[in-house]
């Protein structure tokens, strides 16, 4: 029981963040919000790109196979 008390001490000690006295720049703190836009833009062309390809696709499969029917159809009414 009581390597468990000291565990969980230890750990929290570790997790709990002390303070820091550094200096954040102008050059450091730019470039993490040009990192943190880029990751956001990222994941929504690729949210985008997972859906709207497969919907593009559907859509040009559902217009195409009646294009492909009214073709037989005009086809098949030449002929006679």
Excluded at 8 to 27: D, K, Q, R, V
Excluded at 48 to 76: A, C, H, M, T, V
């Amino acid at each position: 029981m009581n390597k468990i008390i000291l565990f969980s001490l230890i750990l929290t000690l570790f997790l709990i963040p002390g303070l820091s006295y550094a200096y954040g720049g102008p050059g450091s703190v730019i470039s993490g919000i040009g990192a943190l836009i880029a990751l956001i833009i990222t994941i929504v062309v690729s949210i985008f790109g997972f859906l709207w390809f497969p919907i593009k696709r559907l859509y040009k499969n559902l217009f195409k196979s009646k294009k492909e029917s009214k073709n037989k159809d005009y086809n098949s009414k030449q002929k006679d």
